[in-house]
């Protein structure tokens, strides 16, 4: 089966850094995206990452290391409205557009 | 651009009866896909269209469950007759291509009594 883990909660300050790591044992493995989702809402894009390595865009950065099976999505200048869910998800082949998700990090900002 | 949408955002219904749900995709969106989300799970594939045709349905839980798009615009879900265990939220999703990044819209939440 497909198996991606990830803490179910984390709270940080407003203003600080916070990382979400997410873990995965799956069939196969072609890339890890990131989705934020705020409550009743639509999950929203993030980032992608393919290869190893740091994509950054904003605020926001995701690391990926294929060797270990993980990743990780990298939240700086944390502000409130980053409050929500996020969610790490595997494309698991080239040809497989469906996306295996892991069950999601509530991120709590605190003033 | 507008996003893609579904309706109803909440449907109550009885075990036993018939519920359908719809989305909207992005216009100009090929690729289609149903996912669900059950209390406390993780959010789970169902089904994936391109155009009208059915191009992966793995994730269909039985046969309870019947997913359409005739004509390759909108799509309908249809679970008949409705069990306890099928709710949730079901999301549509949507994209231009083969891209990693899928626009999803709100969900649908279903409670089935």
């Known amino acids: 089966g497909q198996s991606l883990e990830q803490p179910s909660e984390v709270t940080a300050v407003e203003g600080a850094i916070v990382q979400i790591n997410c873990t995965y044992q799956?069939?196969?493995?072609?890339?890890l995206s990131w989705y934020q989702q705020h409550d009743g809402g639509a999950p929203t894009f993030l980032s992608y990452?393919?290869?190893?390595g740091l994509e950054e865009t904003g605020r926001f950065s995701s690391f990926l290391s294929r060797s270990d099976s993980y990743g990780y999505l990298l939240l700086q200048e944390l502000q409130m409205k980053d409050s929500a869910s996020y969610f790490c998800?595997?494309?698991?082949?080239?040809?497989?557009?469906?996306?295996?998700f892991g069950k999601g990090t509530k991120l709590s900002v605190i003033p | 651009e507008a996003g893609v949408t579904q309706f109803p955002s909440h449907s109550v219904i009885e075990k036993g009866q018939t519920v359908t749900l719809r989305c909207d995709p992005i216009?100009?969106?090929?690729?289609l896909y149903w996912y669900r989300r059950v209390m406390g799970k993780e959010i789970k594939f169902l089904l994936h269209?391109?155009?009208?045709?059915?191009?992966?349905e793995s994730g269909m839980p039985n046969n309870r469950f019947l997913a359409e798009r005739t004509g390759g615009t909108y799509s309908t879900l249809k679970v008949q007759p409705a069990e306890l265990e099928d709710s949730g939220v079901y999301f549509c999703?949507?994209?231009?291509?083969?891209?990693?990044?899928?626009?999803f819209g709100p969900g649908t939440r279903l409670t089935v009594t």
């Open positions: 216009s100009g969106h090929d690729n």
């Open positions: 999703a949507s994209s231009q291509d083969s891209r990693y990044e899928q626009y």
């Open positions: 998800a595997v494309k698991l082949g080239a040809g497989s557009y469906q996306l295996t």
């Open positions: 799956t069939s196969g493995f072609y890339g």
């Open positions: 269209f391109v155009k009208e045709s059915k191009q992966d």
């Open positions: 990452n393919g290869l190893d």
